[in-house]
């Protein structure tokens, strides 16, 4: 069973539109340039570790491929580490609001992972409504809970990218394509938050860096992801379908 699994993680990996492994090398080669031209303790190596497995993960959702659930997690504990050292309180919520809304759902939802591309869907005026009025909802809570009861010193900033990414994340799990304009305003908003926490001296470089690194992501999915674009979506519909019954 473990074994089956991990062939499935590895075959999640492949497939992908070559721009996204591009990316991927390129956001690497971008991160251990940082972390080589600061000094190296262990909050930078866990920044590291976490924005490497962090683009792997936006990649893999772009790609249409549900190894993010995984990626996500791992992702995440370092990402929570990084934001609390920096007292970005938010961002620490914005992760543990990703496991528990897209990647605990992803690893348990058997639906999910089963030919995810085939089940991309798109947002109806109402749903438009709800999401954008969500997203204020949150971002209004969210900055006031936060700046009264924490010492965040960024808590306006760190509350639109969080309700943002929340609402990012549920748009994802719910497989609708309209997700990344949300990600897209998201990964805006954690550039705001990651260059204003590294000029305060509460973060390196490398958040800002792969925020930068997410939002090319972004771009890139309006174009060449299985989400937007028909030709690679029918691609991997169709590499999706051949696996599946090889293993019958």
């Known amino acids: 069973m473990l074994t089956n699994y991990i062939k499935f993680l590895g075959h999640q990996l492949k497939g992908w539109p070559q721009q996204n492994y591009y990316l991927f090398f390129f956001s690497l080669g ?41 990626l996500g997690i791992l ?19 914005e992760q543990i609001a990703y496991v528990i809304t897209l990647d605990i759902p992803v690893l348990l939802s058997a639906n999910w992972n089963v030919n995810m591309a085939s ?36 808590p306006w900033i760190d509350a639109i990218s969080f309700a943002i990414s929340l609402t990012a994340g549920v748009i994802c799990f719910l497989r609708f394509n309209n997700q990344y304009f949300w990600w897209l305003a998201s990964g805006l908003a954690q550039i705001v938050l990651w260059f204003v926490s590294y000029r305060q001296g509460s973060a390196t470089l490398a958040m800002a860096v792969n925020s930068s690194i997410y939002l090319i992501n972004d771009v890139l999915a309006f174009t060449i992801s299985p989400w937007y674009n028909k030709k690679e979506r029918e691609r991997v519909i169709a590499q999706e379908t051949e696996y599946a019954n090889s293993l019958q």
């Open 30 to 70: 971008c991160q251990v340039m940082t972390l080589a031209n600061n000094p190296i303790t262990w909050i930078t190596v866990i920044t590291f570790i976490g924005t490497t497995l962090g683009v792997l993960c936006v990649l893999a959702i772009n790609a249409a491929k549900s190894v993010n659930g995984v």
């Open 75 to 93: 992702s995440a504990i370092c990402f929570i580490i990084v934001g609390f050292n920096a007292k970005n309180y938010l961002s620490i919520a």
């Open 119 to 154: 089940k991309i869907r798109q947002f109806t005026a109402k749903s438009w409504c709800v999401a954008i009025v969500a997203t204020g909802i949150v971002y209004l809570v969210s900055g006031y809970l936060i700046g009264t009861f924490t010492d965040d010193p960024r």
